[in-house]
């Protein structure tokens, strides 16, 4: 028999999708991708190589580059019975279809007065970092999480690519699952068993006693990293993973920030009106008797992404503006 | 337009409760009436108001918890005009809004800070719960702000915060409405201990003369209003002061301030437990009989409710006796931000030389403690000097 080390394998965040996908498709017979490139170039970031030659066309399906179309064919196909995943390429795509998500698709329960659930996974990239300049790098996540009716998912973690999406397939109302393209060559040690997880419950993935620094997606390495040199001064950061933003799990960072008694947010979307304003506003309204320090927030400048390298640094949340935040926050005197 | 505000009632009170109004809109109020009665953790006070004019609004409504300098109600000071202006019983109507008007830039203007201790929510708590005052505790955290680990070093052997704390079998903890004034008293005397550097003296008195003197003022009286021992020392203290003024005043912000006027605090326990220290004031201006007068209504007053704002916030020095308890001394602790604090302890008959010749006669021990900031021991040592030859010549008093 396989025992527990034989079991455990590396494998890319990409592949993770790909297997979850693939896991998806065998499952249920009316779960199908539909996007532009999934099939025959195997996805633009090559997340569905392969499939189309398993799978065939039916259910492995190209679209012309019409969001709008395609994402409303996904929803009539939901409200008819089947359980489509659409991967909208990225983010900055959606905009096209913001119409069928906001106004269709998020609504359509109500409008119906509960007769219709639309059980639609879609699919998309996110994030900058990448050099791709101002229209290719939004991080729009954490204005999506501003709906009602639709989920936000966030998957940082190989195991989450891998788990998120066949729960999200099993909810009845829209989902969106948002993968920072950056994050696609990360490899992580997963189980040969490695299968569904919750998407309903934020994670501490580093544990603290000195500040609670809350985050998710790629920030989250960043976070990270900068946990582990501020351990070598002393100080003790947990880390959080939000995981889901909307609905957001403020259980685990309030009841975090009750031991920390600081937080700070690191959030690549922009800092006015965006998800990590609502994370403050959340600790003010659950947890200020808690609070030591005023909840900080480190989030992307608020400018076009730049596309000169150096430029896109400045502009993103990065582990030495973490590290001095935090010090900042933890030691300040006067 | 007055602005009548919640008053400190001692540095360590951080808010109070309006518990009734005693004036209502459009009453005309003098300085010095009692207007408000407020509930602080160590007694209910009846609050005085500072301007003449006419109650314009009352804005705090009984019952209702505000912190010091709250404005509690609006007073209409004598020279403005009589102008219509909505009363508290109805809704505060927005001004119809000007026509097109262009938005103006939003000016964020936060109230004096000077006033206002920044401090995070959770120190707040943390003193709070530990009795901690914050006009007392250096900030260093953002902002010079005072966080938990101010709180934590400033009291380092204060029991952890953690309700899950095994409190040992057999251990109460003391619970109950006075918890807080023991909290306002554990405030008051850790800041005391803490910022005042105290000096002590002590003398031993002969209150033969006094006690002569007392004995025979008192058969003229009628029983009722008989003096007590203790209304001599507190003239004694008073007369003494005289000649030592700097015992009489404040240390404030660095500098010692020495008080015109001399209100004489008088540490009253109370029956339920904890203390009180509410002024007898104007203290030189009074004889015996006056005094005697005053301290008996002080005392009732302190103990059923009914103290004044300003019995509560203007004594200059204090004096604690526990004579009548049978303790021979008594070291105090100075109630900041005064200077000085006299203690009395029980009359006993001693041996004693005079003239070459031993004697029984009654002996009171009297002790000064002295901020050391503000007075030094030559000045402590004439005051107790004064005090002794007052009583040696009560005729005097």
Known sequence: MIDGEQALRTITYREAVREALREALQKDERVFLMGEDVGRYGGCFAVSKGLLEAFGPERIRDTPLSESGFVGAGIGAALGGMRPIVEVMTVNFSLLCADQIINNA??????????????LVIRLATGGGRQLAAQHSRSLEGWYAHIPGIKILSPATVED???????????????????????????????????????????????GRDISIITYSASLYKALEAAETLAKEGIEAEVIDLRTLRPLDERTFLESVARTHRALIVDEGWRSGGISAEIASRI???????????????????APMPYAKHMEDAVLPQAAGIVDLVRHMVNAHG | MAEFRMPSLGSDMEAGTLLEWRVKPGDRVRRRDVIAVVETEKAAIEIEVYADGI??????????????????????????????????????????????????????????????IKASPYARRLAAHRGIDLGAVQGTGPGGAISAADIQRAVPSAPAEEKSRPVPAG???????HSAMRRAIAAAMARSKREIPHAYFQTRIDMQRTLDWLAAENLKRPIQNRILPVVPLIRAVSLALEEVPELNGFWVEGRHRIAEAIHIGFVINLRQGGLIAPALLNTAQKGVDELMAGLRDLITRARSGGLRSSEMTEATITITNLGERGVETVFGIIYPPQVALVGFGKITDQPWCENGMLGIRPILTATLSADHRAVDGHRCALFLDALNRRLQEPSTL
Request: net charge negative; aromatic share 6%.
């Open chain 1, 106 to 119: 998020a609504v359509y329960l109500y409008m119906s007065g509960g007769q219709f659930n639309v059980p």
């Open chain 1, 161 to 207: 690519a891998r788990g998120m999406l066949w729960t999200a397939l099993q909810d009845p109302d829209p989902v969106l699952i948002f993968e920072n393209s950056g994050l696609y060559n990360m490899e992580a040690t997963l189980g040969a068993d490695a299968g569904p997880v919750d998407i309903h419950q934020a994670r501490v993935r580093r544990a």
């Open chain 2, 171 to 177: 251990d109460k903890p003391a619970e109950g409405p």
């Open chain 1, 284 to 302: 003010m309204e659950g947890a200020f008797y808690e609070l030591d320090a005023p909840v900080a927030r480190l989030c992307s400048q608020e």
């Open chain 2, 55 to 116: 109650v314009e609004r009352l804005l705090v409504q009984p019952g209702e918890k505000v912190p010091v300098g709250t404005v509690m109600a609006i007073i209409r000071t004598e020279a403005e005009p009589d102008t219509p202006r909505p009363t508290a019983s109805e809704p505060v109507s927005p001004p119809a809004p000007a026509k097109a008007a262009t938005p103006e830039p939003m000016e964020i203007q936060f109230p004096a800070a000077d006033r206002r």
